[in-house]
């Protein structure tokens, strides 16, 4: 990934906390057939590996499973906020008019070996930790436990679990951070003004790294 210095973002808890804010990634393997990707939620551990682990299963009959070269790194990428920024936000405009568009984002992108797990304690203690973490928030959260027993063990057969002992882990936060600082507060403005989630996200993105620059 091109990460010019001021775009970089090496700092473990900002990585690893947009991996478990943004928990849906991008699984890009190598296969017989060529390149092959696939969106799937994954699971964040820290604490395994140097590097941390990332956890997933996909269904028996999506080939990524079997036809992934396992002797490959796989590359799995985290999408935070991301906006258009427009020009006309800059306070500089006005004196020079040396201003262009540009998309601002945030991403994290992790490399590792793809491992297979077809074993049903295993999946079924993913599944179940899957479920915590997103039914966490609900008024009634669901449990695993809620349904039939024999229906729990059928679905179990008809997924394979996938983790990733990650050995590259690199994050790109372009939020305006190569721009004075009246032109980061007119894109935080401009932003703002739009009114809509992503947009508000990144304007918090392009407060912050004004905050810590």
Same mark, same amino acid.
């Given at each position: 990934m091109y990460t010019p210095s001021h775009f970089d973002e090496s700092r473990p808890e900002v990585l690893h906390a947009l991996m478990r804010e943004h928990p849906f990634g991008l699984l890009v393997t190598q296969s017989p057939a060529g *390149? %092959?990707?696939? +969106? #799937? &939620?994954?699971l964040f551990d820290a604490h395994r590996g140097p590097l941390g682990t990332l956890r997933?299963?996909?269904a028996r009959a999506n080939p990524v499973w079997r036809e992934s070269d396992m002797g490959l790194e796989s590359l799995v990428v985290f999408q /935070? &906020? %991301?906006?258009? #920024?427009? &020009? +006309?936000?800059?306070? $500089? =405009?006005p004196? $020079? /008019? =040396? @201003? @262009?568009?540009t998309w601002n984002y945030v991403m994290v992108q992790a490399r590792g070996r793809l491992q297979v797990h077809d074993d049903p304690q295993w999946l079924?203690? *993913? @599944? $179940?930790?899957l479920t915590e973490r997103h039914e966490a928030g609900s008024d009634r959260p669901w449990q695993v436990s809620d349904a039939p027993a024999d229906f729990i063990d059928a679905t179990l057969r008809a997924i394979v679990g996938i983790e990733i002992e990650l050995t590259a882990l690199d994050g790109k936060w372009k939020v305006s951070q190569n721009r004075p600082a009246a032109d980061r507060e007119g894109v935080i403005a401009g932003l703002a003004a739009r009114g809509d989630d992503a947009s508000q996200a990144m304007a918090a993105q392009? =407060?912050?790294?004004g905050m810590t620059k």
């Open positions: *390149l %092959q990707a696939n +969106g #799937i &939620p994954f997933a299963h996909v /935070g &906020p %991301q906006a258009y #920024i427009s &020009p +006309g936000w800059y306070a $500089t =405009k004196e $020079t /008019g =040396k @201003v @262009v568009p079924r203690a *993913l @599944v $179940t930790e392009v =407060k912050h790294a």
